[in-house]
């Protein structure tokens, strides 16, 4: 397979209703999809990266321009394509994962799509329907949590995850547990909002039987979390600080995690994704995919990936319509909870045309 080039499409959709995180509140997402196309085919990547660097350090026009000036060149350069080696061509070239698992996804669904294999079956999805939880951001009021809870509750979601931050952590947690009952699977994601100086303030969320407390400690601190886990009795669970399979055996032997939250973007691609997954299970840490607002692109990989095995806990794998009125695929519909695990070539789904116009802010197409 040759590489022909890459569209790099900015697209902006509007979020039914904003998000606000304890990094900052979107309204719309802005994000990067890229048009591979080769000699056997096209294929489709979804880049996650923020407009801004507040997530992580990546950004969508750092992306673009990294993709641009060095990842897509250096990767028509090498040779034939094969995604298993787009890691280790890239490699010479540091961070910028996200960047790098857009492209390596595109050209892992344009292999796929060639030879008729889904996502599921490469990635070795064991399950066809995955459960969904749902994460819920931080809200203006208590009554106005409660009346969203109740609301994706109603829908099907199987377990909720709460955003904190201090001043918004127990009595939003205690309102959703006693207006819901224990019964409820609940966790809340900090997005590294807190101090290791706050673990006494944190244990007051053990009585209140969570799942897991996601990244309370900011991205570098594997020993203050590994600290923190000997303070609290909720579970800790990684995100931003798990970038790589190596990173996640480091974070898993001190201590740090208990659970993983897999992010293919976050981690350089689907492919780092699995082997992350293969050192959780062989370490017994159970692992749930996370969600970055994706478009039914991203979607569609994320709820293949979350059918391995080792995918035990609800993933943020929702519907498209918890984010967006109109999906620029075919929508994820909940069903009883699930997502079914698309079965077609690659990562099964496509942009529909006239609604992926709709939302293309612009587009650049790079030569190789
Ligand atoms: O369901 C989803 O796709 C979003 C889940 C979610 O809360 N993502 C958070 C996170 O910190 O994990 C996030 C959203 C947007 C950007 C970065 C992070």
Known sequence: MKLTGVELIHVSMPLVSPFRTSFGTQVTRDLLLLRVVTDEGEGWGECVTMPDPVYSSEYVAGAADVLRRFLIPTLAASGPLDASRVATVLAPFKGHRMAKAALEMGVLDAEL?????????????????????????IMDSIPALLDAVGGYIDEGYVRIKLKIEPG???????AVRERFGDDVLLQVDA????????????????????????????EEDILGHASLAQQITTP?????SITSAQSTAAAIRLGACAVVNIKPGRVGGYLEARRIHDVCVAHGVPVWCGGMLETGIGRAANVALAALPGFTMPGDTSASDRYYRTDITEPFVLDAGTLTV??????????VPELLAEVTTHTEWVTV
């Open 113 to 137: 799509r060639a030879e008729g294999r889904s996502f599921a079956r490469e990635l070795g999805a064991v399950h066809d329907r995955v459960p969904c939880g749902v994460s819920v951001g």
């Open 168 to 174: 918004w952590d127990v009595a939003p947690v205690r």
């Open 191 to 218: 997005n590294t909002a807190y101090t290791l100086a706050d673990a006494r303030h944190l244990a007051r969320l053990d009585p209140f039987d969570l799942l897991l407390i996601e990244q309370p400690l900011e």
């Open 236 to 240: 800790v669970c990684l995100d931003e």
């Open 342 to 351: 698309p079965t077609g070539p690659g990562i099964g789904v496509l942009p």
